[in-house]
């Protein structure tokens, strides 16, 4: 196979023509030169590769610092409405693509590294992902919202992982939007585990991305809190006081989110935890000096890792304190800044607190920072002195949740017990809350000891829980999903009560993802085409994708669309060959299902439908097969048993699969090991057919999803998520959708699901499973799936055996379909053409403007050049 061109080397073709200009590149060598000689090797001789991507980081930072300023005197001299996103996890990922394409330096810092004769892609691969996130919710956080004229972007940018998703690409798009936002989180010392699989399983590795030090951040002690642990409560005349407690110190580190070419620099603020010097020095004086100074550690261990778990809640007392520990240091910090009003001065100016909801937006982003209502209760009532009915209206004025998930074993509850001991005041304040929310639940619905019974903060029987979904509700004034019919399941069932008693709290505001990263920076040469027919605005304002659809008949633009996929599969499948030595057929259908692994997402569909094609291919090996290379990535958290299981399952089956000679290259099965938005951005713009086969009513939103569609794959999907407005936009027919709906599910929960029922009637799916429980993919270990197959034939909550005969005749569809290429391009075209709901500038205004109570704004800041 001829190695085609790659972007790099297209990217240099562009530079060398002059588009960076001259007196840019001249200064970016000559700042480059002093931090590599005066920064970091002035002790010694050699340069390492290292060493160069640290000069280039540091010199691209020079350029941040001044708008970084500007900024925030500007925050301070006008005094806009801030709004605060807290999250447990932002998976930000890499920052120096972003921020050269956001200051508009790429191009002039590809020609000086050209200049020097440095490798810019070498360079930007030294970075270490911040992957301090899960998936989805971390993932919209860690989203960038960048891009770059098209002509001048002509490769694959590094890994900014940006998968599911919520924080980071939130605050990106907040500094682009000119929205005065913040972001607050953890800075966990490691992040998401690196995934290797050996032989056929998953193994786990420490993340250890601090290791080598980050450019990026800039710590902050001048900012430094106390958090307060344990302890007890004294109830006085004057109020109540949280006595005896333990502290820990959280440590801001801030990091720079430059928006598009608007000269706004936002922050970031991560919270890192450090034990007070006291600590423990009672100690000291009885020989203990050692032992004290090692107990450091614990509380140190506050920011030390991020939770694995995806959509499962682990109560374990660490994570609580790392809850609080973010929440409680976050809200010291909105209230210094909203009684100061003066840049660079500390002076108390404003003491008001009514005007806290005009002035300070928070936004929870899922119940992982629901101590933020009883705390910022706590700090107005016992600190400030204010009545509690005076507090708690500002409070729910100031707040508002995200929900991200309707999976029960999710939603966190929290033992009362652990928080008596761990947040004595937070439990009495509530229970405060509780009161008087039930109070008002009575008055409405008076009689209704059940409707009492289940809208309780407090969940009774057995050990007593509190229920922090319910705290989220009664302590926000808007509620929202990230799908609409996630939103409407938040209303119809999981929050029913809620909804009834307070209609107007909740809303839908669907996810979205950004074009730049996602069209522009990862597939140039798509973007370029769409460039030439509809011009370059269409980055800014995606819905302008729409008129894509009066070129859906123009044969040269068919066949540009289709040669750039091809281009893009070659790429992909050059880089396949060299990580996982499969040989890959370019002309094969590539189907890819990349996501955390988890039964609901139902990797064993699309498993069953690998055999299933596998036995076709086998009996009748002459027939003309549509040939494919399914690929499916992800990580499983590292005590999700059935998630590990699964992995080893799609293993098995790829081990038998691509050496059997007589399926040759029709049919391949890949496993992408430790999946991330580095090997997204290749395998995403190289996709065919995107797998989004969830059981209907469980996946909340996506965003793969859209990205998928938005860089010309055709989706084979359940209407569940975003899938269900992604049909809207693009047209049904333009999808492949099939099974059970939302309705149908309940139906069938009703009248009982039996899936002996449909292995008994379908022969090509008792074969199927047949094959996994006997051992024809695990010769050696003949029980090996034993687990997985009793799972599917009995405790399947996921139902995917219903949903199988659907599956498999979509896919007949699917391969006929491909035989058309044509047909198949057009269809690819609608649904880029139906992307434009789902860029997330749109996400982000629908927040400021229907819950944050802000305006966004395309207006530029001068550059720190021409104040």
């Known amino acids: 196979m001829s190695k085609p061109l790659s972007d790099h080397d297209r990217k240099k073709q562009i530079s060398v023509r002059g588009l960076a200009g001259v007196e840019n590149v001249t200064d970016l060598k000559q700042n480059f030169n002093r931090h590599l000689h005066f920064t970091l090797v002035k002790d010694r001789n050699v340069a390492t590769r290292r060493d160069y991507y640290f000069a280039l980081a540091h010199t691209v930072r020079d350029h941040l610092m001044g708008r970084w300023i500007r900024t925030q005197q500007h925050y301070y001299e006008k005094d806009p409405k801030r709004v605060y996103y807290i999250s447990l996890e932002f ?72 998968l599911p ?44 991305w601090l290791r080598f030090g980050n450019p990026w951040e800039k710590a902050r002690p001048e900012y430094m809190r106390p958090v307060h642990f344990y302890g007890k409560t004294e109830h006085h005349a004057d109020g109540v006081k949280w006595v005896d407690t333990q502290v820990v110190l959280a440590l801001p580190y801030d990091t720079p989110i430059p928006g598009y070419r608007n000269n706004i620099v936002n922050t970031m603020r991560l919270w890192s935890a450090k034990a007070p010097c006291e600590f423990n020095l009672k100690d000291f004086n009885v020989g203990g000096y050692i032992q004290a100074v090692l107990d450091r550690n614990l509380a140190e261990n506050i920011s030390r890792v991020l939770y694995p778990n995806d959509n499962f809640f682990e109560g374990k007392e660490l994570r609580l304190k790392q809850e609080y520990f973010v929440v409680s240091a976050t809200l010291q910090d909105i209230i210094r800044r909203f009684k100061v009003s003066k840049f660079g001065s500390r002076e108390i ?62 939603l966190e509850r929290w033992p009362v017990d652990l928080f008596a001991h761990l947040l004595p005041r ?22 209704d000891q059940d409707r009492l019974r289940r809208m309780s903060l407090i969940e009774e029987g057995g050990q007593k829980r509190i229920n922090m979904a319910h705290l989220c509700i009664v302590g926000s004034h808007a509620v ?156 499983a958290a590292p005590g999700y048993h059935t998630a590990k299981m699964i992995i080893r399952l799609i293993t098995a089956i790829g081990e038998v699969v691509n050496n059997d000679p007589v399926v040759g290259d029709r049919l391949k099965v890949i496993f992408l090991e430790n999946y991330r938005v580095t090997l997204a951005e290749k395998v995403i713009p ?134 058309n290429p044509k047909e198949w391009t057009k269809k690819a075209i609608y649904n880029i053409a139906g992307c434009g709901k789902f860029s997330s500038d749109r996400t ?22 021409d104040i």
């Open 349 to 410: 100016a404003r003491t008001d607190f009514s005007k806290l909801p005009e002035k300070v937006a928070i936004q929870l982003n899922d119940t992982h920072p629901a101590m933020a209502i009883p705390e910022l209760m706590r700090v107005l009532v016992d600190e400030e002195k204010l009545s509690w009915e005076t507090a708690w209206d500002i409070c729910v004025r100031t707040c508002a949740y995200t929900n991200h998930t309707v999976l029960p074993e999710a």
């Open 480 to 635: 929202n999903g990230v799908a609409q019919i996630h939103s409407d399941i938040l209303k119809a069932t999981v929050f029913k009560d809620f909804y009834e008693m307070e209609p107007h709290k909740f809303q839908n505001k669907t996810n979205g993802i950004t074009p730049r990263r996602w069209l522009v920076m990862c597939n140039p040469g798509l973007a370029e085409v769409i460039a030439e027919r509809i011009g370059e605005d269409f980055i800014r304002d995606l819905d302008q994708l729409r008129s894509l659809c009066k070129y859906v008949n123009d044969e040269a633009f068919i066949r540009d669309v289709a040669k750039v996929k091809q281009e893009n599969k070659m790429k992909l499948a050059v880089h396949l060959e060299d990580h996982y030595k499969v040989k890959i057929n370019p002309n094969s259908m590539f189907d890819i299902q990349v996501k955390r692994i988890h039964e609901y997402k139902r990797q064993l569909l699309n498993c069953l439908h690998i055999i299933t094609y596998y036995n076709r291919i086998k009996k009748e090996p002459n027939r003309q097969w549509t040939p494919r290379t399914i690929m499916i990535g992800g990580k």
């Open 686 to 819: 190289a996709a065919d057919l995107s797998e989004q086969i969830s059981t209907a009513g469980t996946e909340a939103s996506g965003t793969g999803n859209m990205k998928f569609m938005l860089n010309g794959a055709l989706t084979i999907g359940t209407m569940d998520g975003a899938n269900v407005e992604m049909a809207e936009e693009a047209g049904e027919g333009n999808l492949f959708i099939f099974g059970m709906r939302v309705d149908d599910v309940e139906a069938l929960d009703k009248k009982g699901y039996h899936a002996g029922e449909y292995y008994n009637r379908l022969p090509e799916l008792k074969q199927a499973i047949d094959q996994i429980s006997g051992g024809f993919f695990s010769p050696k270990q003949p029980d090996l799936f034993k687990e997985i197959v009793n799972m599917l034939m009995h405790h399947d909550r996921f139902k995917v055996f219903a949903d199988y005969e659907a599956y498999i005749k979509c896919q007949e569809d699917v391969n006929a379909l491909y035989k």
């Open 844 to 865: 982000i205004a629908q927040y400021a403007r229907e819950i944050w109570g802000m305006e966004p704004t395309l207006e530029k800041l001068p550059s720190p050049d």
């Open 165 to 208: 998703a919520f924080a980071a690409c939130f605050l990106d798009s907040m500094a682009s939007l000119g929205l005065a936002g913040y972001g607050y989180g953890i800075r966990y010392e490691f992040g998401i585990f690196n995934q290797k699989i050996v032989n056929g399983w998953q193994v786990e590795e420490a993340d250890d």
């Open 426 to 447: 937070h439990l009495e304040i509530v229970y405060e809350i509780n009161r008087r929310h039930l109070e008002r639940v009575a008055a409405k619905f008076p009689g």
């Open 91 to 162: 998976y930000m990922g890499r920052a120096l693509q972003n921020t050269m394409v956001n200051l508009a330096l790429e191009n002039a810092c590809d020609e000086a590294m050209y200049q020097m004769g440095l490798d810019m892609e070498e360079l930007e691969d030294m970075e270490e992902d911040a992957g301090l996130g899960n998936g989805g919710l971390g993932r919209l956080a860690g989203e960038h919202f960048e891009f770059s004229p098209i002509r001048m972007v002509q490769r694959v940018r590094g890994a900014h992982p940006s």
